[in-house]
């Protein structure tokens, strides 16, 4: 059963800091790897998809890795914005399944 | 992009009351949709997998006749949570495989408040 463990659980940093969220799962046989945010009382919203033959991808400010053989993953949030305040989520995916991580929750401050 | 529409995004019931959710995917096809239910400050945890045109498949320790869904078209999957209890109260999220993207893609969330 695969299980997947943030680290984490929380984070508060100042606005500019550059902040890396880990994200680790037992099971490598994944077929993908996906980043969501979700703000309090809302949906989630996907921010990087990794599939399983990929090292990295990278959206304006994020950048996320993945490293199948050790069973983990990052999430490299650059010069981090009050907006960007958020739990984020690891999910990684099976032949059918998602499983997600507990997410971290960040806060950056004015 | 993908997108999934989920509705209502809040309800407020009296208990023993069904209420019925709604998921639709807009833009793509979802051959399978998942359901899932959040408590506060907890990850999401899979309550079942719905397949169109076929028997939803429920994770260990749901009950398959209190949260009835159907996935009758392409599109559109819906969860009905009967005979609702206060300990139903919890945020519920759809979500639908992207085939295209390979990702998946979630609604907004629906908050249900059993009172």
């Known amino acids: 059963k695969q299980e997947v463990t943030q680290i984490p659980a929380a984070l508060s940093v100042p606005e500019g800091e550059n902040l890396v969220l880990n994200c680790s799962f037992t099971d490598s046989a994944i077929y993908n790897l996906q980043w969501f945010r979700q703000d309090p009382g809302k949906g989630l919203t996907s921010l990087l998809l990794?599939?399983?033959?990929?090292r990295e991808q990278t959206s304006g400010r994020l950048n996320a890795s993945l490293d199948k053989s050790s069973g983990r993953s990052t999430l490299y949030i650059a010069a981090s914005q009050p907006g960007d305040s958020a739990t984020y989520l690891c999910a990684v995916g099976g032949y059918s399944t998602l499983t997600f991580g507990k997410g971290t929750m960040l806060l950056v401050s004015p | 992009g993908a997108v999934v529409s989920q509705h209502p995004s809040w309800v407020i019931c009296k208990s023993g009351t069904s209420v019925k959710i709604e998921c639709r995917s807009l833009?793509?096809?979802?051959?399978?949709m998942f359901w899932y239910r959040q408590f506060p400050k907890q990850s999401l945890m899979l309550m079942a997998t719905?397949?169109?045109?076929?028997?939803?498949?429920?994770e260990q320790g749901v009950e398959k006749d209190k949260f009835l869904i159907n996935h009758a078209s392409l599109t559109l999957s819906t969860l009905t949570v009967t005979s609702a209890h206060p300990e139903d109260s919890s945020f519920y999220i759809c979500s639908a495989s992207n085939t295209e993207s390979r990702g998946y893609t979630f609604g907004s969330g629906t908050r249900l408040t059993v009172v």
């Open positions: 719905s397949n169109e045109g076929s028997k939803a498949t429920y």
């Open positions: 833009d793509f096809q979802a051959t399978t």
């Open positions: 990794i599939q399983s033959s990929q």
